[in-house]
């Protein structure tokens, strides 16, 4: 069997430490826009939740009981 040449196998050590290196700096980006837009999802979600409270008042609806609505005067 040949002997390996030891310039050969430490540059294919630094392509894979490179190309590793790549690929975790390529999903740390992508773990980080994910972590930005849910929290975008979520501050919209707030303010839907929001919206729909304060349309519900307007609208002379109370909060939900069980699963039927129950307008604002005619809870107990």
Do not use: C, Y
């Not at 590793?20 to 979600?45: A, C, N, V, Y």
Request: glycine content about 4%.
């Amino acid at each position: 069997m040949a002997k390996t040449d030891p310039k050969t196998v430490q540059d294919l050590t630094l392509v894979a430490q490179t190309l590793l290196q790549q690929m975790q700096d390529k999903f740390q980006t992508m773990s980080d826009q994910i972590i930005e837009r849910i929290d975008d999802m979520s501050s919209h979600i707030d303010d839907l939740e929001k919206n729909i409270a304060d349309l519900m008042t307007q609208a002379g609806v109370g909060e939900l009981e069980g699963e039927n609505r129950v307008p604002a005067t005619q809870k107990s």
